[in-house]
């Protein structure tokens, strides 16, 4: 007698499903919800759910879409894909200094040139290994976003701008106290919002994300 699934069973399935339209394998899944985003992603490997902290993190990246992990490939592009599995992956498209790119992952492939336009990004191992402090930190940031989505943030954003916008570099302990009347989990989650809307910058790229890390307002390019 066949046993009916759960609906979590079935919902895993579901998930499965879509990544093998995908012409990916279905193990080792994460799915993630990106900070400022309202849908999740699924990505089918541990690298590739570090590359998404990585691009949230990116200073130079205005805007991150990830709808091509979204979008099932046509019959030619996933024959492709299950004959050679070195072939880039379109992970994202970008905008960075107000031009649009693409963002493919490699893996462990070099960079196969003539699929590459100069406002490309090509990511692979070698540039997960060289920013392993900012995939951590975007691991603890983004969550923080999250927490506050439920929230009205627009005034303590213009609150947390103007404090920093004389140009001074301040701790995340030092804006918790200049903004003592609010919650302190609004006040990070504020924090990590203004880093992802490239609004503000910081030294998460050197230093591990807590009361230390020292942010200030971005200047115009």
Do not use: C
Not at 133 to 146: E, G, K, Y
Not at 174 to 200: F, K, M, T, Y
């Amino acid at each position: 007698m066949k046993t009916s699934k759960s609906p979590a069973q079935k919902g895993r399935s579901a998930i499965a499903d879509a990544v093998r339209r995908r012409g990916q394998s279905p193990y080792n899944l994460w799915i993630i919800r990106p900070p400022l985003q309202q849908q999740d992603i699924i990505v089918n490997s541990d690298p590739k759910m570090e590359l998404v902290y990585l691009l949230e993190g990116d200073p130079t990246l205005e805007e991150i879409d990830y709808g091509p992990l979204r979008r099932a490939p046509d019959e030619e592009r996933k024959a492709k894909r299950l004959s050679a599995s070195e072939q880039p992956e379109h992970f994202a498209d970008v905008v960075r200094s107000g031009v649009k790119g693409r963002v493919f992952w490699g893996g462990t492939q070099p960079p196969p040139p003539e699929m590459l336009a100069p406002s490309d990004l090509y990511l692979s191992i070698p540039d997960l290994d060289a920013n392993v402090m900012r995939i951590d930190n975007w691991r603890r940031i983004a969550p923080a976003i999250r927490r506050v989505s439920a929230h009205p943030t627009d005034a303590l954003e213009r609150q947390m701008i103007t404090l920093l916008s004389k140009g001074s570099k301040m701790s995340v302990a030092d804006i918790l106290s200049a903004l003592i009347g609010h919650p302190p989990a609004l006040v990070l989650g504020v924090v990590g919002i203004l880093l992802r809307q490239r609004q503000l910058e910081g030294d998460v790229d050197q230093r591990l994300w807590s009361l230390h890390t020292r942010v200030w307002a971005r200047r115009p390019a």
